[in-house]
């Protein structure tokens, strides 16, 4: 589809029936712009962020979409959509058990694609909440550790990788998803694990301990250098995209396995990263030695003294969160 995106187009917003461009019998004429479709509308505000936005916007517009679609049990007229039809929006997302953050993300992506093609989305988005609640306290104990490790499930399922990478992203020094995801066996030297994190390029060493050669194995795949088969149905056009899927059935996953398990945490992907670095604190490990180890890069006065740091302290770091893990 060619679009042209220098136009501008008024909407009237609030109104269950447009106030002109009607044809005779008061129906709003085809012709005119109060006749765009939601979902017509919406698509073309993402085909326009494509160009300008990052793919994990532009995966959450996409899935803000389908949901909104789904709430308004189908297509309907653009303008025709109401303060009242968000607000029962956001009650409808509540009772699905959906968590506040989450439905702001959802009203903050809608409202973002509606103001590309219409206007005064204030009034539309005044009465819902699009803010953020400090969320809940990420790390979890080592007695909900030893729960998930010995937790049966059936093997080969996704719920057992999922529980299985959970782990090793623990065992592995707070390893993040997105890193565990792109691990390669390749990236195995010796008795280590030496790569590049995905998001910041900081070089990360990390001792190969016998619980998490156990996981490897496991899940080892004839034909692939991929550590975790994750990401062997990426599309080559969006892979970006593509991980968020991953990312997002993944976290569903955990939240699976929690209710499983009888765990009340909220478990996400963040969570073995959390716990890794709270026992690293908890177990008195210097601060600058959880830094390096988490492979973060942020100009702060602690981290100057991580540069004199040396793999072994690190070993050492992570042998001592993991006493009584393995």
């Given at each position: 589809?060619?679009?042209?995106?220098?136009?501008?187009?008024?909407?009237?917003?609030?109104?269950?029936?447009?106030?002109?461009?009607?044809?005779?019998?008061?129906?709003?004429?085809?012709?005119?712009?109060?006749?765009?479709?939601?979902?017509?509308?919406?698509?073309?505000?993402?085909?326009?962020?494509?160009?300008?936005?990052?793919?994990?916007?532009?995966?959450?517009?996409?899935?803000?979409?389908?949901?909104?679609?789904?709430?308004?049990?189908?297509?309907?007229?653009?303008?025709?959509?109401?303060?009242?039809?968000?607000?029962?929006?956001?009650?409808?997302?509540?009772?699905?058990?959906?968590?506040?953050?989450?439905?702001?993300?959802?009203?903050?992506?809608?409202?973002?694609?509606?103001?590309?093609?219409?206007?005064?989305?204030?009034?539309?988005?005044?009465?819902?909440?699009?803010?953020?609640?400090?969320?809940?306290?990420?790390?979890?104990?080592?007695?909900?550790?030893?729960?998930?490790?010995?937790?049966?499930?059936?093997?080969?399922?996704?719920?057992?990788?999922?529980?299985?990478?959970?782990?090793?992203?623990?065992?592995?020094?707070?390893?993040?998803?997105?890193?565990?995801?792109?691990?390669?066996?390749?990236?195995?030297v010796g008795s280590d694990i030496i790569y590049y994190r995905h998001k910041t390029g900081q070089r990360i060493c990390?001792?190969?301990?016998?619980?998490?050669?156990?996981?490897?194995?496991?899940?080892?795949?004839?034909?692939?250098?991929?550590?975790?088969?994750?990401?062997?149905?990426?599309?080559?056009?969006?892979?970006?995209?593509?991980?968020?899927?991953?990312?997002?059935?993944?976290?569903?996953?955990?939240?699976?396995?929690?209710?499983?398990?009888?765990?009340?945490?909220?478990?996400?992907?963040?969570?073995?990263?959390?716990?890794?670095?709270?026992?690293?604190?908890?177990?008195?490990?210097?601060?600058?030695?959880?830094?390096?180890?988490?492979?973060?890069?942020?100009?702060?006065?602690?981290?100057?003294?991580?540069?004199?740091?040396?793999?072994?302290?690190?070993?050492?770091?992570?042998?001592?969160?993991?006493?009584?893990?393995?």
């Open positions: 589809m060619n679009i042209d995106w220098n136009f501008s187009i008024h909407f009237h917003f609030g109104r269950k029936t447009p106030p002109e461009e009607t044809t005779e019998d008061g129906a709003p004429d085809g012709n005119s712009d109060n006749a765009l479709m939601l979902a017509e509308a919406l698509a073309l505000a993402i085909e326009q962020a494509e160009r300008l936005k990052s793919p994990k916007t532009i995966y959450n517009y996409r899935t803000a979409m389908r949901s909104f679609l789904r709430f308004m049990q189908g297509d309907a007229l653009l303008c025709h959509i109401t303060a009242t039809d968000i607000g029962q929006y956001e009650r409808w997302l509540r009772d699905h058990g959906v968590c506040p953050n989450t439905v702001s993300c959802y009203m903050r992506s809608l409202r973002a694609m509606l103001k590309t093609v219409g206007n005064d989305t204030d009034s539309l988005f005044s009465h819902v909440f699009t803010g953020s609640n400090k969320t809940d306290k990420r790390a979890v104990t080592p007695q909900v550790m030893s729960k998930l490790r010995n937790l049966s499930l059936p093997e080969q399922s996704y719920l057992a990788l999922a529980r299985d990478v959970f782990l090793f992203c623990f065992f592995a020094q707070g390893m993040p998803f997105v890193d565990a995801a792109h691990l390669c066996h390749s990236h195995i990390i001792p190969l301990l016998p619980c998490m050669t156990d996981i490897i194995e496991r899940h080892k795949t004839d034909g692939s250098d991929r550590v975790f088969p994750l990401l062997t149905e990426l599309s080559e056009h969006n892979p970006a995209t593509d991980y968020l899927y991953q990312l997002n059935r993944y976290n569903r996953a955990l939240k699976a396995i929690a209710r499983k398990a009888g765990i009340a945490h909220n478990l996400t992907s963040y969570v073995a990263r959390h716990t890794w670095a709270s026992e690293a604190y908890r177990k008195n490990v210097d601060l600058p030695v959880i830094s390096k180890a988490l492979g973060h890069t942020n100009p702060n006065t602690t981290l100057v003294y991580v540069k004199e740091l040396d793999d072994s302290r690190l070993k050492e770091a992570n042998m001592q969160v993991l006493d009584g893990f393995i």
